[in-house]
């Protein structure tokens, strides 16, 4: 059963502010902005910062991050008056609700430990999951959802484990670039000097990155050959195909982003595109409990 228009829209909203959050992080990260408001929760002691680049980037992630706890809690309070008998709405509206307050601690405690690389990779973590808590409300809310009478068979239980292997390689790709190991491979497939493996510390973390997405394009290709045997929900096939799509681009932008020098621009794209990779890979592990009526591919 479908809810109302309005409360359909404000989960889309919150949905499209999360990854908006997670890809301004990534700036973030990648401009090494992350002390530019060194203190928490004001900036530079004020309200309103001084106008220089890694404070306005800082600071715009704050901004972004305070809108989208708006948007969580009304979708909560939405949740909790009109659809609290529906658990798939509310619970996760709640979860959300506990990620957020506990990101913006963590957000704090990143900034007042100096970027401790731990705590921004919870930081990280706590934002996908989020992004999760959201794809699920957003689905209930627009198809209706319940996990009754269907079994867990590769359909269901492959793309999650390729969704999980995403979010570790997020993970990995998210300590690449806390440890300043973006740079320390300058080619690409292979590493310095044509090398195919290195033993120096930067070197095999962002090598260790790389066999990561090897691994994750495994687990993709596996729930991919499953999601296109028959039968299967159309919708189902396209989000498989979609995370595959997303996934080319990443490798390809990750490339040319070692190719070209690291800009900022390519860097930040690849985020973009790892995420949504992450939430296609999620909403396919969830259409098929989807209730809304949908014709299956022979």
């Not at 203190?39 to 004020?46: E, M, R, T, V």
């Not at 939405?78 to 658990?87: G, K, L, N």
């Not at 292997?165 to 300043?180: D, E, F, H, K, Q």
């Not at 080619?187 to 790389?210: D, F, M, Y």
């Amino acid at each position: 059963m479908n809810t109302g228009p309005h409360f359909r829209y404000l989960t889309l909203a919150t949905l499209l502010g999360t990854f908006a959050l997670i890809v301004l992080g990534g700036v973030v990260r990648i401009t090494d902005s992350g002390l530019g408001c060194p203190d928490w929760p004001l900036c530079h002691g004020k309200i309103i910062p001084p106008f220089d680049v890694a404070t306005l980037i800082e600071y715009s992630h704050r901004l972004v991050a305070a809108t989208l706890g708006l948007l969580v809690l009304a979708t909560l309070v939405v949740a909790w008056r009109r659809y609290r008998s529906r658990a798939w709405i509310f619970w996760p509206a709640l979860v959300g609700l506990v990620l957020v307050i506990g990101q913006s601690g963590l957000g704090g405690a990143a900034v007042l430990t100096e970027l401790e690389t731990y705590v921004v990779m919870i930081h990280m973590a706590m934002a996908q999951a989020l992004l999760a808590c959201f794809i699920l409300i957003s689905i209930d809310a627009w198809r209706g959802f319940s996990v009754a009478g269907r079994r867990l068979d590769g359909q269901v239980l492959l793309p999650a484990v390729a969704a999980l292997g995403i979010l570790l390689l997020i993970l990995s790709g998210s300590y690449v670039a806390l440890t300043g190991a973006a740079g320390a491979c300058n080619q690409w497939p292979l590493c310095q000097g044509g090398k195919l493996w290195v033993v120096s510390e930067l070197p095999l973390i962002h090598v260790a990155h790389r066999i990561a997405s090897i691994i994750a394009l495994a687990l993709l290709g596996v729930a991919a050959w499953t999601a296109f045997r028959p039968p299967t929900r159309p919708d189902m096939r396209l989000m498989i195909l979609l995370a595959l799509t997303l996934f080319a681009a990443q490798v390809l932008v990750g490339a040319l982003t070692v190719w070209w020098g690291l800009p900022t621009a390519l860097r930040a794209l690849h985020v973009a595109l790892a995420t949504a990779t992450w939430a296609a890979l999620v909403a396919a592990t969830l259409i098929p409990f989807t209730t809304a009526k949908v014709r299956r591919l022979p």
